[in-house]
């Protein structure tokens, strides 16, 4: 039987055989290195030249890139080695052939990668990120297992918005209109009051009309719902759950977060308590002369990169135009300066946009909705997670619970993520009084009839409860410290993107 290569080290001197794929190759005439992936790590194969390897000497020296291999040999001890091992081969079978592998070592752009998105986690950055993906998810499970949480699936055709009505996506159901789940919340709802404490956890579904880095029209969110809680007490829930998250990512896969490039002391400084604001002190910091000054010295460093990167491609070019630049050099060139495009042209997003972002800080007023850019700006000026609590109860879904003191807001909280990646928890306390529930969905319009069994738990034994919404892809590319949320999924979905 196939060893898994991340085993290997177990096998020392002896004979094993592996099943996996062509990741790289080089070769020196005599001595063919072959690096393989299982898809639990890499190792490097090495083909010596030698009556015992002749028949397949010469075909290992020609395979494609992404090749599927079985090959055997002898496991060697080799601290430089990925693995800290090497095998020298003494029997090679290939499975499937592959010719012209799209994606080669060299860079080739977001756009191309995403097209090949079937083939791009194969590469080891990709592959990096979802095996985190993975842990994070099986973590968000244990933790409410653990905790006394009963799993409750909740349905993907919705009758009603959960969310705002703009983001629904309508289905046709045996000719009648439905929509896909926003959020499983409200059904949730319904079964803490039967099981008392209570998650969901499963693809939701938002037409985002927005081109953004944190924005997708499908992705994955674990919702904890809690019978006999108020808002401090989904506020502690929430804040636990991310510690556990963020210790068994740094347990489990410091190699990975090195691979990515992840600063991992700023994870390491993740512990409770968190910080925790209004609504109405983040409003007073946007219009502070400490963001001034923080997007005034952004502005100066991405304008000294622009320069820089600038300077890089211009030089690329002339390097390229050269006579006597090889053929291989120069193809690498011209694949670095379609990266190097690339950076430019977000630089120039962004710097465009800063004056934007300013003025939107400088000038917030009382009552609007924090956005994007204005969750960037709190959440940079944190070295751990905030809790922003309190919002204007005007501009928030209408299930949250009026607070008692001033009937403006309501018991609700975001929680920003530090470094600027800004929202991936909203929760709230939820409103149990029927009244003031009837009021706020009056204000929005709501067809009560499609809402009926909702506002039921009100009539029945109505009692104090909250719960939370944390969202898979934006927490994964705070851990891993990606710009974008496009990589923490297999397959994005994106406003205008589909395929594969
Ligand atoms: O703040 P949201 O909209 O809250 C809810 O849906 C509540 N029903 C949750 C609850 O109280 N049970 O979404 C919760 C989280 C966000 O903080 C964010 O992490 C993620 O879901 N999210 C998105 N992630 C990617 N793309 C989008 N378009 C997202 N919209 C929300
Ligand atoms: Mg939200």
Redesign the pocket.
């Known amino acids: 039987m196939a060893v898994d290569i991340k085993r290997l080290a177990e096998h020392i001197g002896h004979q094993v055989t592996i099943e996996g794929w062509l990741y790289n190759r080089r070769d020196s005439g005599k001595i063919a290195f072959l690096v393989v992936r299982d898809g639990t790590g890499l190792c490097q194969c090495v083909v010596t030249s030698s009556p015992q390897t002749e028949a397949f000497f010469d075909h290992a020296r020609r395979l494609g890139q992404e090749t599927s291999l079985r090959v055997t040999g002898t496991v060697r001890a080799d601290a430089k080695q990925v693995g800290g091992v090497e095998l020298d081969v003494t029997g090679l079978e290939v499975v499937g052939e592959s010719r012209d592998y799209p994606i080669t070592p060299k860079p080739h752009g977001i756009e191309f990668l995403m097209k090949h998105r079937h083939l791009h986690f194969r590469s080891r950055r990709q592959w990096a990120i979802l095996r985190v993906r993975a842990t994070l998810v099986d973590e968000i499970r244990q933790f409410f297992n653990r905790n006394g949480f009963t799993l409750i699936d909740t349905p993907i055709f919705a009758p009603a918005a959960?969310?705002g009505s703009q983001t629904l996506f309508t289905v046709d159901y045996f000719g009648e209109p439905v929509y896909l789940a926003?959020?499983?919340?409200l059904y949730?709802e319904t079964a803490c009051m039967a099981f008392g404490k209570v998650y969901c956890f499963g693809p939701?579904f938002?037409a985002?009309k927005s081109k953004t880095r944190?924005?997708?029209?499908e992705?994955w969110?674990v919702?904890p719902?809690i019978a006999f809680a108020d808002l401090d007490a989904v506020i502690a829930v929430a804040e636990d759950m991310t510690c556990s998250i963020v210790g068994r990512v740094l347990r489990d896969h410091r190699p990975e977060l090195e691979l990515l490039g992840r600063d991992v002391s700023a994870l390491e400084q993740i512990r409770k308590p968190f910080y925790r604001i209004t609504y109405t002190e983040a409003a007073d910091i946007l219009r502070s002369d400490r963001v001034r000054n923080l997007l005034d010295s952004d502005l100066a460093a991405k304008q000294a990169r622009v320069a820089e990167v600038r300077k890089l491609i211009t030089d690329h070019e002339a390097e390229v135009a050269a006579t006597g630049t090889k053929q291989w050099k120069k193809d690498k060139l011209a694949a670095e300066i379609i990266e190097l495009r690339e950076e430019l042209d977000e630089l120039e997003t962004e710097i465009r946009n800063i004056p934007h972002h300013m003025e939107l800080a400088a000038n917030f007023e009382w009552g609007k909705d924090l956005g994007g850019s204005d969750e960037t700006i709190i959440s940079r000026l944190h070295d751990r997670p905030v809790f922003v609590t309190h919002y204007p109860r005007a501009i928030k879904?209408f299930y949250m619970k009026k607070n008692a003191a001033d009937g403006r807001l309501v018991n609700n909280f975001?929680?920003l993520a530090p470094q600027g990646y800004g929202?991936?928890?909203?929760?709230?306390q939820r409103e149990e009084v029927l009244e003031d529930l009837l009021e706020r969905m009056a204000e929005e319009k709501l067809n009560l009839k499609d809402y009926e069994w909702y506002l039921d738990l009100r009539r029945y034994g109505t009692v104090p409860h909250g719960?939370?919404?944390?969202?898979v892809?934006?927490?994964l590319a705070w851990l891993c410290g990606l710009k974008h949320?496009r990589e923490t999924i297999p397959f994005p979905r994106m406003m205008g993107k589909f395929y594969p």
């Open positions: 959960g969310e926003q959020t499983g919340q949730v939701t938002r985002e944190r924005h997708l029209t992705f969110m919702e719902e879904a975001d929680m929202e991936i928890i909203g929760g709230s719960g939370f919404g944390l969202g892809e934006r927490t949320i």
